[in-house]
């Protein structure tokens, strides 16, 4: 069955390009490992950027489905304005906004915890992104500060993931593996369903058009049948034995309208034929094959990714 993500889980974002290139491994190997997967997702990537420090709890949370990392701030130490140091910060981690950080170094000012900061601008706006500009008093090491800010501070902040899914109606706490190996199995399933649908409704088609087909080729013997019956009922028997034609045949024939059934429409009809002959013989060599359903799962997961993928934001 499929996957539904249950209210406990808390699972980092992720960059699309590296799990569908980790999906599309395990298509193609299925035995592969964690260390294997993880050379194409080597971690989370957050939509606001940042440094994930402590890379031990990522691959706890790979493993087993729980782990705790830490985020930082994207910063740099620099002249904030003639002759005044200061620090800039670009990127904050995860669900951490620019007012929470300036609150509590507030705070801390207030209460004489922190000590060497004379301002804090938030000069964030829609064209540059985030941008917060704390400065630093003269006589006082900006780094050291930052290495304060860090500790007391939402500029470095803990991600605990914990990937609780539900699996056939089961709450599994799941690995990086399991994962993927639970996702790719649902799209096998969605593609093999998919392709069993429209193969169907392709043979209807089909066995519609041999009908009118049938009856093109004879057309002056079709309606002098149809003429010579006294309802519709016996010109349908009658059709079905003088051409050797199926119930639905028959009924799709006496519903043609005259015009289809010119010269023209044999011509039309046979290339429909030959292209439903086609399509039919392509969804039938992937209901066959499990390595060909694997490989249309695998380019149209490519597909995604090619449209919709980003370069990664959290540096590792």
């Known amino acids: 069955g499929g996957i539904a993500v249950g209210m406990a889980t808390n699972m980092a974002p992720h960059n699309l390009v590296e ?64 002759r005044k140091r200061g620090i800039v910060v670009t990127e904050l981690p995860y669900g951490v906004g620019p007012e929470k950080v300036i609150g509590k170094i507030k705070d801390l000012v207030q209460s004489r915890k922190l000590q060497g900061i004379s301002d804090v601008r938030d000069l964030t706006d829609r064209e540059h992104g985030l941008h917060l500009v704390i400065e630093v008093k003269n006589g006082f090491n900006a780094e050291a500060i930052l290495d304060q800010l860090y500790k007391l501070t ?56 041999q009908g ?44 043609l309208p005259l015009r289809r059934l010119t010269k023209f429409s044999r011509i039309e009809l046979e290339k429909e034929r030959d292209e439903l002959t086609r399509e039919i013989a392509e969804l039938t060599a992937i209901l066959d094959s499990d390595q060909l359903l694997r490989t249309v799962v695998s380019d149209e997961l490519a597909d995604v990714a090619k449209k919709f993928g980003t370069p990664r934001r959290t540096v590792l």
């Open 154 to 209: 939402p500029m470095e902040d803990t991600f605990g993931v914990n990937n609780v899914a539900l699996v056939d109606g089961q709450p599994l706490t799941l690995g990086l593996k399991e994962m993927l190996a639970v996702y790719v199995d649902h799209r096998l399933l969605v593609v093999r369903r998919r392709s069993e649908f429209r193969r169907t409704k392709r043979e209807q088609q089909l066995h519609l058009v």
């Open 212 to 255: 009118r087909l049938v009856a093109i080729v004879d057309i002056d013997e079709v309606i002098a049948v149809i003429r010579s019956s006294d309802d519709t009922a016996a010109a349908r028997t009658r059709l079905m034995e003088v051409f050797d034609l199926s119930e639905i045949q028959a009924n799709d024939i006496l519903e």
């Open 19 to 82: 799990v569908i290139a980790a999906a599309r491994h395990l298509i193609k190997k299925p035995e592969a490992t964690l260390d294997d997967l993880m050379r194409f997702v080597p971690g989370p990537d957050l939509p606001t950027g940042g440094k994930i420090v402590g890379l031990d709890g990522i691959r706890d949370a790979y493993e087993s489905g729980r782990g705790t990392f830490r985020i930082r701030a994207t910063v740099k130490v620099t002249d904030v304005r003639p």
